[in-house]
């Protein structure tokens, strides 16, 4: 429990950096970061798929990608962010994390975990993504397919619409 | 563990709440994305925890797998946007982008 | 045997950038619009054999093994079938001649194929979460679509798109997870069993509520429209008619109505939410839409307003609301498209879209001119063109419902509607001709034709309006109407 607690306030606080660092990269590695502790809150949650797919892609392929992006997009005058939004933000942010443990704890709570009617099979995650979800997969090349072929059309070099 | 099954949703919702906190008060359109990107970690949390709370982790993986996939996809051609805005304009900053007026 | 539906447009996306190095324009202009017209006969083929068997679930079968992939077809599904791929053939068809000079069709013609088997993946889904995926398919291909252009205005108003998107594909990705945590299932008649049994109002009404932030900014309901008025306009016109005539209306319309009606059950506070939507949709993008220069942002600020109309009619909740409803969904579609693409034929013969600029083009485009004049005379609502039905079936719903409120402010929207549209008529095609557009040419071939297709459609729907009515729209309202479904007829094709 203290464990659990632990990490989620890990991945709280370096998605709080990734935003409230200036500088982009740091605030690239800062996300990478609370990827990889979210990744260790599904590990512990029994979720070992979803917690290595967390780290090799939103870990891995995402920051890199945002890396060669602010690489590519390296201004000399950078982007002066507004300040007031930056030092209020823990005001702000404390008194919303006390409203919603409340609400969370007392209002949420009164629903069971064990709710009647569990239905489906907790099957092996193989099974269950293979012949459970296999539309699923048809819907993931669709939309592998529609982003590497809109990035293709965005980086064209010729015919630039006037 | 079941028992604390709140605790998750409510960092969920806190990790809602930064994301949107960021989408309504940054200025660099990268920054933005990192706010949406935040907004995705709640969103994988709420669905592994909801697994966590039926006991059928195997669907809910699947889902959140999928989930990251189109994540993903989106990552990729919003960072070929922004690119392409700063071949354009040089710089970064929303502001810049006033042309259209919504 | 539903599947094709989504198989042929991605496998034949999946080959397109390959037969884009062998030719560059023939051959992805045949073989997609080849493969359009081959989904508008088969959603023709499907729609008469549902009405022999009924609502059933297709099970794939592959080699006599059950591969699990499961898609329901009922009336509501079928109608918007033909609705996407009546509209798609026709944008296809203007692209021949309109996407000249953006060079890169090959893989323009693969990302609207993507857009189009996200769409009908859509409507045929049997579960939550595939709703939300194929949703995400059409919106990730839209993006790039938007952006087709490469211009600022066009990468400004993608990135806007792209940004609100993401956030309403989140909220509603967030409600499937709470209503995956309250019932263990995400398919459609176990969710909606599950959600009676447990009868929790204020989880389902939260549920219900992050469900109308995401899908009404997909269907560009006030306040959630902000993106629409510069997406729009900046895609290139036959994407401006997809995503005005079908994106929004079956990500927004169509998933909000499968969503609330056949899962949620549609009860007095929600009916009300949505009416209330509708309407205000409806007044707003009506008055702002007098005031705009641009004739696509003014055709944008219509769009918003006839998806409130929409809207109203089917938050009604009576059978007669939902059917005109439905019959404006397919009216606006077919309409909107078409004044979209006239659009396009103006910015391709005189280079502006500014209302101010143009002047007279009717002697110079007389079709252009007649279909503009057919579409906008639909949409405002005059008879006996199609639109004027559809808008008299819900102002009569309406009105035996007792809501005299609404009745009147969608009189005098309507009213308000032939305003805007005639003075587009006015400015860009009547009057003195500007000397500027001496020599201007009226549209190439397939931009025509495509045009004059929808057109007569418009006409002929509103002549024989009735036959219409009966063998398309009553199935899809019966579909919506009866209600929470437990279960489907299974059937393995």
């Not at chain 3, 049997?126 to 490469?150: H, I, K, M, P, R």
């Not at chain 3, 045009?451 to 919506?480: E, H, K, Y």
Request: proline letters at 3%; glycine letters at 8%.
């Amino acid at each position: 429990m203290i464990l659990q607690i632990f990490l989620l306030s890990g991945l709280t606080i370096f998605s709080v950096l990734a935003i409230l660092l200036r500088d982009l990269l740091k605030a690239a590695i800062s996300l990478a970061l609370a990827s990889i502790f979210l990744a260790m809150v599904f590990f512990r949650l029994n979720a070992p798929y979803a917690g290595v797919f967390e780290i090799s892609v939103v870990a891995g392929l995402i920051t890199v990608l945002f890396i060669t992006t602010i690489t590519l997009t390296k201004n000399p005058s950078d982007v002066r962010e507004n300040k007031l939004p930056l030092i209020i933000f823990p005001l702000f942010f404390a008194v919303f994390i006390v409203i919603d443990l409340i609400i969370m704890k007392n209002l949420l709570n009164a629903v069971q975990p064990s709710l009647p009617g569990s239905t489906g099979p907790a099957g092996i995650f193989g099974q269950v993504f293979w012949n459970e979800r296999t539309f699923d997969l048809v819907a993931q090349i669709g939309v592998i397919f529609a982003g590497v072929f809109s990035v293709l059309a965005l980086f064209r070099t010729k015919d630039k619409h006037e | 563990m079941n028992s604390a099954w709140y605790l998750q949703m409510g960092f969920a919702a806190v990790l809602l709440f930064i994301g949107i906190y960021c989408l309504l008060t940054m200025r660099n359109l990268i920054k933005l994305f990192i706010g949406i990107e935040i907004i995705s970690k709640a969103i994988t949390l709420a669905l592994i925890t909801s697994g966590l709370l039926r006991g059928n982790m195997a669907l809910a993986q699947a889902l959140t797998i999928t989930f990251i996939v189109v994540e993903v996809s989106m990552v990729a051609v919003a960072l070929a946007i922004i690119i392409n805005i700063y071949r354009h304009t040089g710089s970064l900053d929303v502001r810049q982008l006033t042309k259209l007026k919504g | 045997m539903i599947f094709p539906f989504i198989a042929v447009p991605l496998i034949l996306a999946s080959v397109m950038p390959l037969i884009g190095r062998f030719s560059k324009r023939f051959l992805p202009d045949a073989l997609a619009n080849l493969a359009f017209l081959f989904l508008l006969v088969y959603s023709l083929i499907t729609m008469r054999q549902l009405s022999a068997t009924g609502p059933a679930i297709h099970q794939l079968l592959f080699l006599k093994q059950v591969l699990n992939i499961s898609m329901v077809i009922d009336g509501f599904s079928a109608f918007m079938l033909f609705t996407i791929s009546l509209v798609t053939l026709c944008a296809g068809l203007f692209s021949i001649n309109y996407m000249e000079h953006y060079g890169a069709k090959a893989n323009y013609y693969a990302l609207l194929l993507i857009m189009v088997a996200g769409m009908n993946g859509l409507v045929l889904a049997n579960d939550l979460f595939q709703v939300y995926l194929f949703l995400e398919v059409a919106a990730v291909a839209s993006y790039g679509l938007v952006a087709f252009g490469l211009g600022l205005d066009e990468l400004e108003a993608s990135y806007k798109y792209l940004m609100l998107s993401a956030v309403s594909s989140g909220f509603i990705l967030i409600s499937i997870a709470v209503i995956f945590s309250l019932t263990g299932s995400l398919n459609f008649s176990q969710v909606a069993a599950g959600l009676q049994a447990l009868n929790l109002k204020y989880a389902v009404g939260l549920c219900a509520g992050f469900f109308i932030l995401g899908f009404g900014l997909k269907a560009a309901l006030v306040p959630f429209h902000a993106w629409l008025p510069d997406a729009h306009p900046s895609a290139p016109a036959p994407i401006s008619a997809m995503l005005s005539g079908l994106l929004i209306k079956v990500s927004g319309v169509y998933a909000l109505a499968r969503i609330f009606f056949n899962v949620l059950g549609l009860n007095p506070a929600l009916s009300q939410v949505l009416m209330y939507a509708g309407v205000i949709s409806l007044v707003v993008g009506a008055v702002i839409a007098l005031g705009q220069n641009d004739i696509k942002r003014m055709l944008a600020y219509s769009s918003i307003s006839q998806v409130g109309y929409i809207i109203l009619g089917i938050g009604l909740g009576t059978p007669l609301g939902i059917l005109g409803g439905l019959f404006h969904l397919f009216n606006h579609a077919v309409a909107k498209g078409l004044l979209f693409l006239n659009s396009g034929s103006i910015q391709n013969a005189t280079g502006t879209r500014s209302l101010d600029q143009m002047g007279g083009l009717a002697k110079r485009m007389p079709l252009t001119a007649a279909t503009t004049l057919i579409g906008s005379l639909s949409i405002a609502g005059v008879p006996p063109l199609a639109g004027f039905w559809s808008k008299l079936i819900i102002i009569i719903a309406l009105f035996q419902a007792r809501q005299y409120g609404f009745a009147l402010i969608a009189v005098l929207a309507s009213i308000v509607t032939l305003w805007y549209y005639l003075l587009i008529q006015r400015q860009a095609f009547f009057g003195k001709l500007n000397e500027t557009w001496e020599n201007i040419k009226e549209a190439p071939f397939w931009m025509s034709a495509s045009t004059v297709i929808l057109g007569l459609i418009c006409i002929a729907v509103g002549i024989f309006f009735g036959l219409f009515l009966r063998s398309w729209i009553q199935p899809a309202a019966d579909a919506l109407s009866a209600g929470v479904i437990y279960g489907f007829k299974m059937m393995g094709f």
